[in-house]
């Protein structure tokens, strides 16, 4: 557990550093090029090997991040919400489906199970709570909603044979809410697959 975001950032650098270490992945999908485009945060997708696509909502975000990060990345401008026509072994949202509601986060659980292969790994992180917070706009672009944790955790269910949960840290995600949140991240394994054969 952290008591700061410097050291929960610290840790998504960690789990992409696990994943490809553990899982050699050879096909990832990195959901938002948010980290990617920032100049003073750790380029995540640039951790992994293998062939790495994101899918970015906004035009500006990605074009920053191709930037810095180039052609060594297949770059999507696009939605979570849409499938894409492609299969991967690994799939990484760092706190990207807490940005679409918690009706559509059902449809966004079932793209990234039908876009993983057989034994394909989601790592994701998202914002919940205990209550039902709902929607807190903090600008055009970043429409942050906090999810209720059970609620998740059954799309969960649905969707994946295996999944564990790690608590990273207790606080609001932003100023103006005043409610106590979990940023909580999930190591889920495709239904299809088996972890040992
Ligand atoms: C504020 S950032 C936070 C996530 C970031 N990975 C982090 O570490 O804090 C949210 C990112 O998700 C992107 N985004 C929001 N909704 C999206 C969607 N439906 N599909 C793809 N990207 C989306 C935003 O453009 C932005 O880059």
């Not at 980290?35 to 906004?58: K, Q, R």
């Not at 394909?120 to 209720?148: A, H, M, P, R």
Request: proline share 3%; glycine share 4%.
């Amino acid at each position: 557990m952290f008591d700061n975001f410097e050291d929960v950032y610290k840790y998504y650098v960690v789990v992409a550093q696990l994943i490809e270490r553990i899982f050699c992945p050879k096909k990832i999908l990195k959901t938002d090029a948010y980290n990617e485009s920032v100049e003073s945060m750790e380029p995540i997708a640039s951790i992994f090997s293998g062939d790495v696509v994101i899918l970015e909502l906004y035009s500006d975000i990605l074009e920053n991040a191709k930037r810095r990060l180039g052609d060594k990345i297949r770059w999507f401008l696009g939605d979570i919400r849409v499938l894409l026509d492609e299969k991967f072994d690994v799939i990484v949202d760092f706190s990207t489906i807490d940005h679409v509601s918690p009706e559509d986060m059902k449809v966004v659980v079932s793209n990234y199970k039908n876009m993983l292969n057989d034994s394909g790994v989601l790592s994701v992180i998202v914002w919940t709570s205990n209550k039902n917070i709902g929607e807190y706009v903090e600008n055009d672009c970043y429409n942050q909603f906090i999810v209720d944790r059970s609620y998740f955790e059954k799309l969960l269910d649905n969707n994946f044979d295996i999944w564990f949960a790690k608590e990273l840290i207790f606080a609001p995600p932003h100023e103006k809410i005043t409610e106590l949140c979990t940023l909580v991240h999930y190591l889920c394994l495709s239904k299809k697959g088996k972890l040992y054969v």
